[in-house]
């Protein structure tokens, strides 16, 4: 290369992509190979796949099933608040986003010991996967609002609705079918954001969750913490094969949302 | 039923949770801090108690360096990717960003593959290379997930730098380093600003890294879960999680003065 200072730049982005992802490959091949210590040539195997199904597999679904309930939960907030701050801009909505904002700045355990704090001892809530729901829709909420709030702040709503309203339409009409159809993008890329985040958050749940109440990640450490390499690797790649799609999906609909608002 | 009525109600789902999920508990968070035998003082034991202001200390050494780190790297790397087309690039935008969404304790998992017992270079170079659980391990770990935040800032903002700025500078005969020093810092500061506030603010209250490698190194997260389940020294614990939260809200507000966005903090 002609230019030394390109080659330093290149050099050091090549470095940062290796740092980043050498360990990933090593965690897929770890989980896949019969022993790690003795390396590839011990035979590769998806025996240790299996073992985590039996050892965690009912985590993976509570996962799963969080995630979902999380996302039903914070449609059901998000999508109206959203609405209705986009139609009152000012200070007072700014003042409201950046409250709902807080689990985004404060780190998970603190909010985690706040909501055990406030509601530990309410053992009914405490040991359900509810008490768990809260904390993952405090955390994604955010989300969800800003992502839909972005997109309706950019279309005419007003217009739009002054037309509906002048054939009729009342208010929860003009709802379903001018602002959810419009903002379509911004609750699709808010939906796979608010997913992804459920499935792989730890601050929180780590706190707030109980024996009988594993998530994937809590699972994760736990594994990190009592199983041999192969095992916490293979458990690893079932993640990964879980959370790589949903972070592409999520940054292709957060870039076509993104294009609407520009 | 009105339009006014409606929009009001729209609000009222998100006020009632807001409410009951996240204002009361941080209000009964912070009465808690203050219900220990020292009372309000707590907060200033925690500054007299060597313990706790080692331990804050060191958290703070470690952020700022994760936080240089992470800028030199992300920003070489940004700069490098905004402004050279060519194949793989696509690739390698991603391997950049796909951190994004490991939790922190995945993270520390990725470092224990690299610097653990069974680690990579344990097993590529001779005599006992462990790095995993010591603090330099955990600078690696909360280097793994800033990069890719602060890689996006920094290319955010890169792209919109004008191009013809840097050539001005160079048609007027600028060497690189000048025009690296006069044009394209100044034009990245505040994005540099940003990205670095959330770096730092990721970093300080990072738990799931710290509670994979740290288990012999104080920061304050580790500190505050061992006080809250070991110790059952509610008070502290909770005075600790106020000061965190106050000190990782002060940065990412500054973060969002200088530039628009945020990313989640996380790890």
């Known amino acids: 290369m002609k230019n030394p200072g390109r080659f330093l730049q290149l050099s050091v982005t090549l470095l940062a992509a290796a740092f980043l992802l050498v360990p990933t490959i090593q965690s897929v091949l770890a989980g896949l190979t019969v022993n790690y210590f003795q390396g590839l040539r011990s035979g590769l195997t998806l025996n240790w796949i299996f073992v985590v199904w039996d050892l965690y597999s009912s985590s993976i679904f509570l996962s799963l099933g969080i995630a979902l309930a999380c996302l039903v939960v914070t449609l059901i907030i998000g999508v109206p608040a959203a609405y209705a701050m986009a139609r009152n801009p000012g200070r007072l909505t700014r003042a409201l986003e950046e409250f709902i904002s807080l689990p985004l700045a404060i780190p998970g355990l603190a909010l985690a010991l706040a909501l055990l704090q406030l509601y530990g001892t309410y053992k009914g809530f405490r040991l359900s996967w509810t008490f768990i729901l809260v904390g993952h829709v405090l955390y994604t909420l955010p989300f969800m609002v800003r992502s839909v709030l972005s997109v309706l702040a950019a279309i005419d709503l007003k217009t739009l609705e002054e037309g509906a309203a002048s054939l009729g339409a009342g208010p929860a009409r003009r709802f379903i079918d001018i602002v959810v159809p419009n903002a379509l993008p911004g609750i699709l890329a808010g939906a796979l954001t608010v997913v992804t985040l459920s499935i792989g958050e730890f601050n929180l749940t780590w706190m707030l969750h109980t024996p009988y109440l594993k998530t994937l990640p809590v699972g994760l450490a736990d594994s990190y913490a009592s199983m041999r390499l192969e095992i916490a690797s293979a458990y690893t790649l079932i993640f990964f094969v879980m959370i790589v799609p949903l972070l592409l999906a999520m940054q292709w609909a957060s870039a076509r949302a993104q294009r609407i608002t520009q | ?267």
Request: proline letters at 5%; glycine letters at 8%.
């Open chain 2, 1 to 267: 039923m009105s339009s006014r009525l409606f929009v009001a109600l729209c609000l009222v789902p998100l006020a009632v949770f807001a409410l009951a999920f996240l204002a009361l508990p941080i209000v009964r968070l912070i009465l808690a801090s203050g219900e220990g035998d020292a009372g309000w003082a707590i907060y200033w034991q925690i500054l007299q108690t060597p313990r706790y202001l080692t331990t804050l200390i060191q958290t703070v050494v470690v952020s700022i360096a994760v936080t240089l780190a992470a800028l030199a790297v992300s920003t070489t790397a940004g700069l490098f990717l905004t402004r050279n087309r060519f194949r793989g690039r696509a690739v390698l935008l991603s391997i950049l960003t796909l951190p994004l969404a490991f939790p922190g304790v995945v993270v520390g998992f990725m470092i224990i593959l690299l610097g653990g017992r069974q680690g990579l270079f344990n097993a590529l170079l001779p005599g006992h290379v462990v790095f995993a659980y010591s603090i330099f391990g955990l600078f690696l770990g909360y280097l793994y997930f800033s990069i890719p935040r602060v890689l996006l800032t920094v290319m955010a903002a890169a792209e919109k730098i004008d191009p013809s700025l840097e050539e001005a500078a160079r048609t007027l005969g600028a060497p690189p380093h000048r025009v690296v020093i006069d044009v394209l810092i100044p034009a990245l500061a505040p994005a540099l600003i940003a990205a670095g506030a959330i770096a730092f603010a990721t970093a300080m209250g990072a738990f799931g890294t710290a509670f994979t490698l740290a288990t012999n190194i104080d920061v304050l997260p580790m500190v505050i879960y061992t006080e809250f389940t070991l110790s059952a020294n509610i008070a502290m614990a909770a005075a600790l999680s106020v000061l965190l939260g106050i000190v990782t809200w002060a940065m990412l507000f500054l973060a969002r003065t200088f530039s628009g966005t945020t990313v989640a903090a996380g790890g």
